[in-house]
């Protein structure tokens, strides 16, 4: 079955492994980091700008990809509304629950509120169950882009890159 970003329109695991802006296993257990899943070479680098760390480098060629120095990254969440391609997510695996945070930029209107129950749905929208609403944060700097933050169960901390409202479903 033909897989990668150019044959179905989603990012692979083999792509994914090989880009250099997605964080270690460990250093996703020890708190909320960026996961920059960007692996096309495209003339852009506001990821690099808006990071107050230097966590992020695109260098003078701004179509080398974005390189992530997991270590300096602080979470802060700032790059993700900044990425013209929604590529970029900040994940917290760091609850001792069993769970997992995600943040994702989301574009719908009327955005979710904590605490709702939404369906969240992985790269190629297929869907992995239930998750919960933990916080909704609109960016005024990047158009009012939201950014959402579900709780996942932690084995799906690098899955879920999507939701649909339940509210939704039910009025099909
Ligand atoms: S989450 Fe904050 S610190 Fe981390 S890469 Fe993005 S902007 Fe930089
Ligand atoms: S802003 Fe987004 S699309 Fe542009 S280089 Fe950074 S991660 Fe890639």
Redesign the pocket.
């Known amino acids: 079955m033909p897989t990668g970003l150019s044959r179905t329109g989603y990012i692979s695991k083999e792509e994914l492994e090989k880009a250099p802006g997605i964080p270690s296993a460990e250093r996703r257990r020890k708190g909320p ?2 996961v920059i899943e960007c692996i096309q070479d495209i003339p852009c680098n506001p990821c690099e700008t ?4 230097g ?2 480098t695109v260098g003078e060629d701004i179509t080398n990809l974005p390189v ?1 120095d997991e270590e ?8 993700v509304p900044i990425c013209p391609g929604q590529a ?1 997510f ?1 994940v917290d695996e760091s609850l001792d629950n069993g769970k997992a945070t995600v943040t994702i930029p989301y574009e719908f209107l009327p955005p979710p509120e904590k605490g709702d129950v939404v369906i969240a749905l992985d790269r190629s929208g297929k869907e992995l169950g239930e998750a919960v609403v933990d916080s909704v944060r609109i960016s005024e700097k990047m158009d009012h882009t939201t950014l959402v933050t579900i709780l996942v169960p932690r084995e799906w901390s690098m899955e879920a890159r999507g939701f649909k409202r339940k509210l939704q479903e039910k009025r099909r």
Request: proline share 5%; with cysteine.
């Open positions: 980091v960026a808006s990071c107050p760390t966590a992020i992530l300096k990254c602080v979470g802060c969440r700032s790059c970029i900040v």
